[in-house]
Structures are given as structure tokens and as C-alpha cells.
């Protein structure tokens, strides 16, 4: 199976800074990466398609990179309701095996 | 608007059987994959399988394949996880989510507790 590996387990930014996470896959994915936001509470939501895409109503302040096996979340500008913990998931293989990241959670410094 | 609506939280003794849904409105049910997503604090999310409701194909994790049943009734718009045999290590949220490549929309969630 295709291995993601999120880094950093923890990242601490101010409100107002940038971020920047990081996705790794075991293997070339192309660009079939999504990313995902998950609030305490709630259902992950998707944010990035295609490894670049935004889902609708995504604020612009959210872009997604890379290709293959390396992929960045970049946000500009953190609101405060950015703080949440983030997922990547590949979806690139067929049989399906759908598999996510372990995780980003974004605090507030 | 796209809406999945989960079945609500169950409590189950270990050994029991129980089965969850998740009714999809808004959309034409049988055209798009529906997956099954296993939430924990020690895993975080990992995919179970899913089902295409237009033709019944049902794919499955192999962590996860014989360990629980997916399938999904087209007269009603529902899909659902069943297990028969229930242990405590199944105590997750388990969430549905529609396949458009990735997931676009999700279930609110179904907490299942598995305690003797």
C-alpha cells in the first residue's frame, strides 16, 4: 500500500502568519492528492482536489503543490479559524486503496 | 445541495451485531462512489471501502475486508456498514463521504462504542 507521511506532527503559527505542511507519498501518486480540513467536532472537509484544485467556496488564502510524491498546503494568511488539523489522502490507486496522512494539527502560537 | 446523513451514535456490547446508514440526497445516488472512512484517535482516519450504488461494486480495504459488510439500497438512497460480530476495538467514528476523485462530501459522523 501507498504510505503518506504528514510533517510536522504539531505546527505553531501566529495568526496572520504563513503555513506551510508537507505530504510525502511512498511511491508517485501524480497528482492524485487531496487535502483536508478537520475542526474538533466535525467531518473532515475537502479543500484541495488534484493535488492544486480548491473545492468550491475554499478561500483563496488556501493553495496546494507538488506532484509525484512531495505536496505542500500552503495557507497565507491564518484566520482563526484555520487552527485544525489537516489531511492529505491519496486516491491514485486502482484496486482502491484510499489512504490518508496521520495528520497536521495547525496551533495557534 | 448534497447532503449525507449518518445514522446516530450507537452503544453495543461486544458480539453484537449492528448496522449504520448514511441517506444521500441531492445528487443522483447511483453515479458516484460512496466510501466508508474508520476514525480513531490511535489511527486517525483510515478507508474501509466503498460501494457504486449503480452497480453494486463494492471494493474493500484488506485491513478491513472480512471484518465488516458494505452495501446499499437504490430505492431508499442509503448505503450502509454492518457488522455481525462486534468488538471493542471497533469503538471509532465512522463517517461516509461521496467520491468525486476525492471526497467532496461527508457524512456528520456515526460514533459507535463498543463496552461490556
Known amino acids: 500500500d501507498i504510505v503518506m507521511t504528514q510533517s510536522p506532527a504539531t505546527l505553531s503559527v501566529s495568526p496572520g502568519e504563513r503555513a506551510t505542511l508537507s505530504c510525502r507519498a511512498s511511491r508517485d501518486i501524480g497528482k492524485n492528492l487531496a487535502w483536508y480540513q478537520q475542526r474538533p467536532g466535525q467531518a473532515p472537509r475537502l479543500l484541495i482536489n488534484?493535488?492544486?484544485t480548491r473545492a468550491s467556496g475554499v478561500p483563496a488564502r488556501f493553495s496546494g503543490s507538488g506532484s509525484g510524491t512531495e505536496f505542500t498546503l500552503t495557507i497565507s494568511s491564518l484566520q482563526p479559524e484555520d487552527f485544525a488539523i489537516y489531511y492529505c489522502q491519496q486516491y491514485n490507486n486502482w484496486p482502491p486503496r484510499h489512504t490518508f496522512g496521520q495528520g497536521t494539527k495547525l496551533e495557534s502560537k | 445541495e448534497v447532503l449525507l446523513v449518518q445514522s446516530g451514535a450507537e452503544v453495543k456490547r461486544p458480539g453484537e451485531s449492528l448496522k449504520i446508514s448514511c441517506k444521500a440526497s441531492?445528487?443522483?445516488?447511483?453515479?458516484?462512489?460512496i466510501s466508508w472512512v474508520r476514525q480513531t484517535p490511535g489511527k486517525g482516519l483510515e478507508w474501509m471501502g466503498m460501494?457504486?450504488?449503480?452497480?453494486?461494486?463494492?471494493r474493500y480495504s484488506p485491513s478491513f475486508e472480512g471484518q465488516v459488510t458494505i452495501s446499499a439500497d437504490r430505492s431508499m438512497n442509503t448505503a450502509f456498514l454492518q457488522w455481525s460480530s462486534l468488538t471493542a476495538s471497533d469503538s471509532a467514528i465512522y463517517y461516509c463521504?461521496?467520491?468525486?476523485?476525492?471526497?467532496?462530501?461527508w457524512g456528520q459522523g456515526t460514533l459507535v462504542t463498543v463496552t461490556s
Open positions: 463521504a461521496r467520491r468525486a476523485d476525492s471526497y467532496d462530501f
Open positions: 441531492g445528487y443522483t445516488f447511483t453515479n458516484s462512489w
Open positions: 460501494i457504486y450504488p449503480g452497480d453494486s461494486d463494492i
Open positions: 488534484g493535488a492544486f
